[in-house]
């Protein structure tokens, strides 16, 4: 026969201590700890937010950034394009039309054109409208293409995307009625709402740094460009380019 468990006073405590373990785990938690752990979960969201903000705000920054500076180049490109074409077409009119405008009073050089003011608030949807360089070209992106497709018409959404500043200087021949060989052209892409709120907007370009704000877009452009661009496929190419570079400079007893 199998004699009965010998239980001492203090095997009884160890029991009462484990069996009242047991029961408090089985209560869940108490209102302290669950203070606790909304205030280290309000701590941590505090510190990550800034971070999350500030990442947010330079992605997009970047993103509108990278767009206009591809405007700006597409821009660029397309009018070294009417450059060349335009001096063996005889409709010069139709080409002009396509051309920046023509600031009679910017020197031939990239400094004169960085100095060209900034524009003022109006924006045209038609290029042919741009007369002056205190205007901007409406632009938006076309939703129904991807990449990087642009579309100028803004007539079904009253809302742009950006507002291109686009001129350039009187160039060689100096004159209003012939597309030129060589000249300096300039161009500034700005945020469509920074044109249209009326703010006084400056030439300097809009910073790419880390920014927890608008990176300076509401009033400074997006992306800034000035290039000399001058035809080279004319027999008189080097001729031009040589009057373009200094007025008084000799140029070669066989030019024109």
Known sequence: MTPPPVTSPLR????????????????????????????????????IAPALALAVATRVQSQ????????????????????????????????????????????????????????????????????????????????AETGTTLATDCRT?????????????????????QVPSAFVMGVRVYDYGAVTSGATLSTDPASLALSAGDGGRSRKPLAVLYTTIAAGERDNSLCDLIRYADPDADVPADCN
């Open 12 to 47: 009884r405590l160890a029991c009462a201590v484990l069996l009242q373990n047991r029961a408090r785990s089985c209560q869940g938690l108490t209102l302290i700890e669950c203070l606790v752990a909304i205030l280290m979960v309000a701590l941590l969201a505090s510190a």
């Open 157 to 177: 959404d009253a809302s742009c995307d950006f507002a291109v500043q686009i001129y350039r200087s009187k160039g060689y021949p100096d004159s209003a009625t």
């Open 64 to 143: 509108k950034s990278e767009q206009a500076l591809q405007l700006a180049q597409t821009e660029i490109d397309r009018v070294r394009r009417l450059t060349e074409r335009g001096q063996a077409n005889e409709t010069l009119p139709a080409y002009l039309a396509q051309f920046p405008p023509r600031v009679a009073g910017l020197d031939n050089t990239n400094q004169a054109a960085r100095g060209q003011a900034a524009p003022g608030g109006q924006v045209e949807i038609d290029r042919v409208n741009l007369t002056t360089a205190d205007k901007t070209l409406g632009i938006k992106l076309n939703p």
